[in-house]
């Protein structure tokens, strides 16, 4: 008992060394950093599609989705964050810093900076909710429409403009989609059919819902489609986002599959990779820009990179979290781009273009050449990140204590090299 005190003071004293080191450098990574404190933590986060500019402010507004994971101890929500974003600057070339190699931007090293623009984050909608949101996301479509996923295994369906900004103390969904059994993380609207979206869930299923056609007397949805496919936890799901019929899952089975919805068989998938891993698979991302490029993130604390056509063997591993890969996103405008988080606390950034670039045996040290950057802010587990549509670049990531942190790594680290290769090439 009193070894497991000590190796917890260790840990403690460890994460709390390497966070002032972090804070210590982070002027130098970051073009733009917030750090905020939520009442209660969130599992989730994802930014809504749009912003708001006003023509003779500095700053644009974002919206942000959120909810709340409060053990119990009060209600939860549903709930919609502005975040004040100060706008880019344009770059002069009378702004080059010679020891940085960069040109500023965002007042970052920039003789015009912004005139104290503060990030501001402000809560703007409370909804009801049972008990805490595994995961919740916007319906590309219409992004009023928000699917939650509930620890009881329902999802519930949101319209956001019939609530009040502020709760009723009543939760009131516009939609329940019952069937699964058991809670799960796996949820995603398809960019393809509006109303459509996937689940995936500890029952060892995946569901298909179709939300047009609910009945106007009834808010409770069943399933159009249930898949038992595979033969463990279910941790994620995905719509390929150019073939319509495509959906990728994966499990605790160490399985990736890939669903053809138009074959009628809900008892076997299309296509499998079966040793890709060797433990638990968490989460996979389709390349938005490449059509056989895919990612999936693992608990023996890899990535692996597949090419649709062959899953026999991945494409490449990348290797630099210490502990199990929990998210993956693609950069929405950079497709050799992938970032990834971890229960090690980090939110890693890839560079595909960069696998087999040679490297000094200092380079080496850090990592692979392929490893782009490593945000090191959050002292707990990583439960979610996003990639903002609006600002390429800027990041939100929520982790598993009450911080959720809005940041820009500064351009002299991420800015584009001239011989970046395109991610095609990877694909041969």
Not at 65 to 87: R, W
Not at 355 to 360: K, L, N, P, T
Request: glycine letters at 6%.
């Amino acid at each position: 008992m009193e070894e497991a005190q000590e190796d917890e003071q260790l840990q403690e004293k460890i994460i709390n060394e390497e966070y002032k080191t972090w804070k210590k450098n982070a002027p130098f990574l970051y073009d733009l950093m917030l750090s905020t404190a939520l009442e209660w933590p969130t599992l989730t986060t994802q930014w809504l599609p749009d912003v708001q500019s006003i023509p003779d402010k500095n700053f644009s507004t974002h919206r942000l989705l959120i909810g709340t994971h409060t053990s119990g101890e009060a209600q939860n929500y549903l709930q919609i964050a502005h975040v004040q974003l100060p706008k880019p600057i344009p770059l002069d070339a009378a702004d080059y810093d010679e020891e940085r190699q960069d040109l500023g931007g965002y007042g970052g090293g920039t003789t015009k900076k912004p005139s104290n623009v503060d990030v501001k984050f402000n809560i703007i909608q409370k909804i009801d909710h049972p008990r805490e949101i595994n995961k919740a996301r916007y319906q590309p479509q219409n992004p009023n429409i928000i699917a939650t996923m509930c620890t009881d295994g329902r999802i519930m369906i949101f319209d956001r403009t019939k609530h009040p900004s502020v709760p009723t103390g009543h939760v009131n969904p516009q939609i329940e989609l019952h069937g699964h059994e058991k809670e799960g993380f796996g949820l995603d609207w398809s960019p393809h059919h509006p109303g459509h979206l996937a689940t995936g869930s500890e029952d060892e299923t995946v569901r298909l819902w179709d939300i047009t056609k609910i009945s106007s007397n009834n808010k409770i949805l069943k399933a159009s489609r249930t898949y038992t496919h595979h033969s463990a936890i279910v941790n994620d799901v995905q719509h390929h986002p150019m073939h319509a019929s495509l959906i990728g899952t994966v499990s605790d089975d160490l399985t990736l599959q890939i669903l053809d919805t138009r074959n009628p068989t809900t008892t076997a998938s299309a296509t499998k990779a079966v040793n890709g891993h060797s433990d638990a698979i968490n989460a996979l991302s389709f390349n938005p820009a490449s059509e056989y490029v895919l990612a999936t993130g693992s608990a023996d604390a890899t990535i692996g990179i597949w090419d649709l056509r062959n899953l026999k063997s991945k494409l490449h591993v990348l290797q630099g979290h210490q502990q199990a890969v929990t998210s993956l996103s693609w950069h929405p405008f950079e497709e050799a781009v992938l970032g990834s988080s971890s229960n090690d606390r980090r939110v890693i950034f890839w560079d595909l273009s960069r696998v087999g670039e040679e490297q000094s045996p200092d380079d080496a040290e850090d990592g692979p050449p392929e490893l782009l950057f490593m945000h090191g802010g959050h002292t707990n587990h990583i439960a979610d990140f996003s990639w903002n549509l609006n600002d390429p670049w800027v990041l939100c990531s929520a982790a598993e204590d009450n911080l959720i942190q809005v940041w820009k790594v500064a351009n002299a680290i991420v800015g584009k090299d001239a011989d970046d290769v395109p991610i095609e090439e990877l694909e041969q």
